[in-house]
């Protein structure tokens, strides 16, 4: 398993981070895509090819949005090099003739007759480009802005400073040929990246994000960069999450939980994986029905407020006044008994002692094993807590049964107080089957 590859499974660092070395070190071309006859540096082609064309298109009086979604599925990812500024002055000479609005003949032309890529169906270039760019955004650097034939391509505001260190430190990319996969892959493992690598770019990178967020700082508020971003980043977050609660309706994110629980057969609105969507849609219903107060949502977002993936391992998923929440898609036996027990009772354990509080501890699933009712049974007497295990249609019920913040903890205890009294395969029959 190779560096990169352990981080990314066991969540030892930002994901963010992760993504970025992947991304930076990506080669079309590589010996793992021996199908590729690209020469590309596709992440780095990107970010240069938008640094560049924003300065040419605000020479000419324009205001600079980036680079326009099917200008990159074509332009961008039809560059069989590291020419950018090439790749440049076709979209200026496009945009000179066509102005910003997609032609489709022309494209076609440019791609499969001018470059003479092999041709594929024109609707497959959109999901080929969504595809990447899903994964360019896990680098938390560039941003999809407008709607409908008018979406952007563009560099992340919070992020900027990453951004310009790398257009700095990798002003001379070009492509590389490597004699092996083995020889690609440590490659990618010792891809550097600024601001990780310079204590100065860091801290400029902090500052950039503090000035974002309308922070000062002193002198002596930098003794602890990693504090510092921290905090910083938390902010960023869940400011982005306010805006996507603030957005957000709670009859449609209902129904987002009922596809979530098969008890819906229609197709979700969010473009996110399964175990990450729950998480997103436990945090906006929280906020939008009892307000944002205490809301603390340990996922990674951009600024659009859509999370990009998971915090580092080792934080409770979502906390929401007294409330822990473990949210989990796993439905098989061993896997829920043996990853969703002992982290829960051992976050709420020291989330008590930290608080000095009494706490309410709550797992969702789509469905509850016995045996992980049983553990929950223990710790609830053990600890003398109020910890519970419930299904994701149990908790729309909790949801829809409890108008107010009160109610909801009114009848969540009522869940913990079934589980301590009932014989524990009757409370499974009840959450999973009524």
């Known amino acids: 398993m190779t560096n990169l590859a352990f981080e990314l499974i066991n969540r030892k660092s930002y994901i963010t981070d992760i993504y970025s070395k992947i991304m930076v070190g990506l080669h079309f071309g590589n010996p793992t895509r021996k199908s590729t006859l690209n020469k590309a540096r596709v992440f780095l082609n990107t970010i240069f090819v938008i640094d560049l064309l924003k300065k040419e298109w605000e020479k000419l009086g324009n205001e600079a949005k980036g680079i326009l979604k099917y200008e990159f599925k074509s332009f961008v990812l039809g560059m069989k090099d590291c020419d950018y500024k090439k790749c440049v002055k076709d979209i200026l000479e496009y945009r000179k003739n066509y102005g910003l609005k997609e032609n489709e003949e022309y494209i076609n032309d440019y791609l499969f007759n001018k470059l003479d ?88 990178v902090i500052k950039q994000k503090a000035k974002n967020l309308n922070i000062k700082f002193k002198d002596s508020d930098f003794e602890n960069l990693n504090i510092l971003e921290e905090s910083l980043n938390q902010k960023f977050y869940n400011k982005a999450l306010q805006t996507a609660i603030l957005q957000s309706d709670i009859n449609e994110l209902l129904e987002e939980l009922k596809i979530l629980a098969s008890l819906s057969n229609a197709k979700s609105k969010y473009d996110i994986p399964e175990p990450l969507r729950l998480e997103y849609l436990l945090a906006l219903i929280l906020g939008k029905k009892y307000g944002i107060k205490k809301l603390y949502s340990n996922l990674i977002y951009n600024e659009n407020g859509i999370p990009l993936s998971y915090a580092p391992a080792g934080k409770i998923d979502l906390e929401y006044q007294d409330f822990l929440f473990e949210a989990t898609m796993i439905k098989n036996r061993n896997q829920q008994l043996n990853s969703e027990t002992t982290s829960i009772a051992r976050h709420m354990k020291e989330s008590k002692d930290k608080r000095q509080e009494d706490l309410r501890t709550i797992l969702i699933a789509p469905y509850i094993h016995w045996d992980v009712a049983l553990f929950f049974k223990f710790c609830a007497k053990e600890f003398e807590s109020k910890i519970a295990p419930i299904t994701i249609s149990k908790f729309i019920e909790l949801i829809e049964n409890s108008p107010n913040f009160i109610d909801f903890q009114i009848n969540f205890d009522n869940f913990v107080k079934q589980l301590l009294i009932e014989q524990t395969q009757n409370y499974i029959d009840s959450i999973n089957f009524n």
């Open 117 to 204: 890529l092999k041709k594929i169906k024109y609707e497959s270039l959109n999901d080929y480009a969504d595809e990447v760019f899903r994964k360019f955004e896990m680098t938390g650097l560039l941003i999809a802005r407008g709607k409908f034939k008018h979406i952007y391509y563009d560099f992340s505001n919070f992020n900027y400073k990453k951004i310009e260190s790398l257009l700095n430190a990798y002003k001379n990319y070009d492509f590389k040929e490597f004699s092996n996969t083995e020889e690609y892959i440590n490659f990618l493992d010792n891809i550097k990246l600024p601001w990780l690598d310079n204590y100065e770019v860091r801290k400029e």
